[in-house]
């Protein structure tokens, strides 16, 4: 089933707590999804490139030499990155197995995408100036405890609570995914899609890697691709109707825009509201009223639609 | 109770889904048979236990709820003539496996409003999602703003009328009653329909399979009068009509081994 939501502040100030909005909204649908929750959420764009990646997942099998393989790996990847060039601020351990790293580089992204995800285990969830993609087992509220959500402070977020069908549950099964290899775009999906591994090997064959079985992944890689021949967000979305079988509704977010598309028989739900300072949108109107106290006007977006706001 | 070396507790709540409290919470207003109750605090369990509390036991014929929230499943199953007012949204699911209430719902609501309806009558003063009035067998069903995908699938009887617009497969599978919609329609309409009857104001965008135009006469418009007339909205547009072009009817043949015995 899954449940999407995506919540986009206009005014553009970038000071908004959207991790615990995000929260909140997830955290009301998680009836649609109790497996994992995952978030994309934008903080201020900043020089550095800010880097979320894991080493193990919650429920991988300790054995006896798990710790120390796990420092083992993470010096690994520190010193593939300084071999790279990369200048490393700061790292972060969010938790047993998942980092946050903050560095100066100005080469090409794919590269340390690649170079990381040579150390056995390692998987980059998300890569850009302000994209942040924190994914685990367990409903909103454990995840945000885990990574300290709650005082993210940023412009826009996508969520995904998610209820596995066609693939395991664990992090590189939950959503969102990035879309390697480029900087700060993100997808979240509700439904399936059917010709799945006729993209997937299309897209492997030009180059692109996928870290899941989940058939969403191809919808980011897919997209990033789209727009690394020229073409805008939304018209890319728009071609993604046309391209992609199956029933879906995605939320595609990019460093200042945040875009929706619906297939053609409307078969998954969402609900949108539109207000003058924000844009929220959600697979249930419940999940925008755990943000918005008051009686609201809301409507469901139409089958092929495709919709796109900045901040 | 404290966890045990290496076992997890698991209680019936493990994942979230089930909602344990059954208790009435008796918490309306009451006041002679009308009553408020104010539903801001309340689970989806207890504010349907309230409502069947009111109806059933305190001989309420007309209740209030405040503060809906955009819960799920509000409403549900209410078998006696009442009037019910909701002073918000509804979820999915809202007044479903209704028989004789009237409810006014002064917001919006999700997928699948009223489904499965006997009578009554629902008037929702705003939009509503995709599957509003699936499979209802009668009463009136009145979406004063705009409904999403496949409504009325599966209908079995009963009207349902729709002042704004609907989406793709409205009427998908109809077998009875009718649907009057005086905005556009999506494609798809009146897809594999059985019978019943579809108003069109607005312009469509395509017909479903075997949905065809059909002949207006006397009793089309004078349903269409009296149900605007019901209901207060005004005069009605002017209307094209959609039948069953029963090209699918195979209900005669006989199944090879019958036939053998008929010839």
């Known amino acids: ?311 | 109770m404290d966890v045990l070396a290496g076992e997890r507790m698991i209680t019936y709540d493990a994942r979230g889904l089930v909602e344990p409290d059954d208790t009435v919470p008796r918490v309306s207003e009451i006041d002679g048979d009308r009553a408020v109750l104010d539903a801001k605090t309340l689970t989806t369990r207890q504010i349907n236990l309230e409502l069947r509390w009111l109806l059933y036991q305190e001989g309420v014929r007309d209740v209030t709820v405040l503060n809906p929230g955009a819960k799920h499943s509000l409403g549900v199953g209410i078998l006696t003539r009442c009037r019910i007012t909701f002073d918000g949204s509804l979820g999915y699911f809202g007044c479903g496996l209704i028989d004789g209430p009237e409810i006014h719902i002064k917001g919006r609501v999700g997928w699948s409003a009223c489904e499965n309806m006997m009578s009554g009558v629902v008037t929702i003063d705003s939009n509503a999602g995709s599957l509003t009035g699936a499979a209802i067998r009668g009463g009136d069903l009145i979406v004063k703003g705009q409904v999403g995908a496949r409504t009325g699938i599966d209908q079995k009887g009963g009207t349902i009328i729709v002042l704004g617009r609907a989406g793709s497969m409205t009427g998908f599978m109809m077998q009875r009653g009718r649907q009057i919609f005086c905005g556009d329609v999506g494609p798809g309409l009146g897809d594999s329909m059985y019978d019943g009857t579809i108003y069109v104001a607005g312009r469509v965008k395509s017909l479903g399979i075997d949905c065809v135009p059909g002949e207006w006469n006397d009793s089309d418009t004078e349903l269409i009068e009296r149900k605007f007339r019901i209901y207060g909205l005004g005069s009605p547009p002017a209307f094209q009509k959609f039948v069953c072009g029963k090209r699918l009817y195979n209900y005669d043949n006989l199944e090879p081994s019958e036939r053998k015995l008929v010839l």
């Open chain 1, 1 to 311: 089933m899954c449940g999407i939501a995506g919540i986009i502040y206009r005014n553009g100030d970038g000071q908004h707590t959207v991790g615990h909005d995000m929260t909140a909204m997830l955290q009301s649908m998680k009836h649609r999804g109790p497996d994992s929750t995952g978030y994309a959420l934008y903080g201020p764009a900043s020089e550095l490139v800010v880097m979320r990646y894991k080493l193990a997942d919650a429920n991988d099998p300790r054995d006896f030499e798990f710790a120390q393989r796990l420092e083992h790996h993470k010096a690994d990847v520190e010193a593939r990155l300084r071999m790279l060039g990369a200048k490393i601020h700061e790292i972060e351990k969010e938790t047993g197995y998942a980092y946050r790293v903050t560095f100066e580089y100005d080469g090409e992204l794919k590269a340390i995408t690649d170079v990381v995800e040579d150390v056995p285990h390692a998987e980059v969830l998300s890569l850009g100036h302000s994209l942040e993609i924190v994914k685990d087992l367990g409903d909103a509220e454990q995840v945000a405890k885990q990574y300290r959500l709650d005082g993210f402070i940023g412009t826009h977020a996508i969520g995904h609570v998610r209820m596995a069908t066609e693939s395991d549950v664990d992090i590189s099964g939950a959503h969102p995914y990035w879309a390697y290899p480029f900087g700060d775009v993100a997808v979240v999906h509700n439904g399936q899609l059917t010709n799945y591994f006729q993209w997937k090997h299309r897209l492997e064959r030009s180059g692109h890697r996928f870290q899941s079985e989940c058939d969403s992944e191809v919808i980011a890689v897919y997209l990033a691709e789209k727009m690394s021949e020229g073409h805008s967000l939304e018209d890319a979305m728009r071609e993604s109707l046309e391209e992609l079988d199956g029933v879906f509704t995605y939320i595609c977010v990019t460093g200042d825009a945040l875009g929706v598309a619906k297939d053609e028989m409307a078969a998954k739900p969402l609900v949108l509201y539109e207000a003058d300072d924000i844009v929220a949108l959600a697979s249930e109107e419940i999940a925008i009223r755990a943000i918005v106290d008051h009686e609201i006007e809301t409507w469901d977006p139409y089958e092929g639609e495709v919709m796109v706001w900045t901040c």
